[in-house]
């Protein structure tokens, strides 16, 4: 029933426009101008540095932390940013973002059944990149505790939360 639940969100998410493609249209429609982003770590990807910026719910936002390391098998380099729920002794991955050259992800999109959800696809000039999301399978928790209600606010949030993303 978990993994149904987290499924859903996960197309809704999709549906709701976090795919966008379009180089005009790759921070996702979200004005930036005096607009704070609560979360922020940095990829790497075509020998360059970008910024990763993007709002979590306030409630869960204490208990996340950033891993980030390299993609395995990418030719110019690219970085995965997984997303860490730690709370007392508990702990999960809510997601992960991958941040690839756009020849690296075609590549391993041709070669793969299923890729991660595409956030950004940026070809103009100087970025060249394209930024994947994928969810958690299930809530790793039990119904009831405030750790599996904080996970799951985290998973009917992340239309917002991936509509937020920016990269720079």
Same mark, same amino acid.
């Given at each position: 029933?978990?993994?149904?639940?987290?499924?859903?969100?996960?197309?809704?998410?999709?549906?709701?426009?976090?795919?966008?493609?379009?180089?005009?249209?790759?921070?996702?429609?979200?004005?930036?101008?005096?607009?704070?982003?609560?979360?922020?770590?940095?990829?790497?990807?075509? =020998?360059?540095?970008?910024?990763?910026?993007?709002?979590?719910?306030?409630?869960?936002?204490?208990?996340?932390?950033?891993?980030?390391?390299?993609?395995?098998?990418?030719?110019?380099?690219?970085?995965?940013?997984?997303?860490?729920?730690?709370?007392?002794?508990?702990?999960?991955?809510?997601?992960?973002?991958?941040?690839? =050259?756009?020849?690296?992800?075609?590549?391993?999109?041709?070669?793969?059944?299923?890729?991660?959800?595409?956030?950004?696809? =940026?070809?103009?000039?100087?970025?060249?990149?394209?930024?994947?999301?994928?969810?958690?399978?299930?809530?790793?928790?039990?119904?009831?505790?405030?750790?599996?209600?904080?996970?799951? =606010?985290?998973?009917?949030?992340?239309?917002?939360?991936?509509?937020?993303?920016?990269?720079?």
């Amino acid at each position: 029933m978990k993994k149904i639940f987290v499924l859903i969100i996960s197309i809704i998410a999709i549906l709701s426009g976090c795919g966008n493609s379009s180089k005009d249209e790759w921070n996702s429609g979200v004005e930036t101008s005096g607009t704070e982003r609560n979360s922020i770590t940095t990829m790497r990807a075509n =020998n360059k540095e970008y910024t990763l910026s993007f709002n979590l719910p306030e409630d869960i936002s204490q208990y996340i932390d950033f891993k980030i390391e390299p993609i395995e098998g990418t030719v110019v380099g690219g970085t995965m940013t997984t997303i860490n729920f730690e709370k007392d002794d508990k702990t999960a991955v809510l997601g992960t973002f991958k941040l690839y =050259n756009t020849g690296d992800y075609d590549n391993i999109k041709s070669q793969e059944e299923s890729v991660d959800n595409v956030v950004i696809r =940026n070809e103009e000039e100087g970025m060249n990149v394209v930024l994947t999301y994928k969810a958690m399978d299930s809530i790793p928790f039990d119904e009831g505790t405030e750790e599996y209600k904080l996970i799951e =606010n985290y998973s009917l949030a992340i239309g917002d939360i991936l509509s937020s993303v920016i990269l720079e």
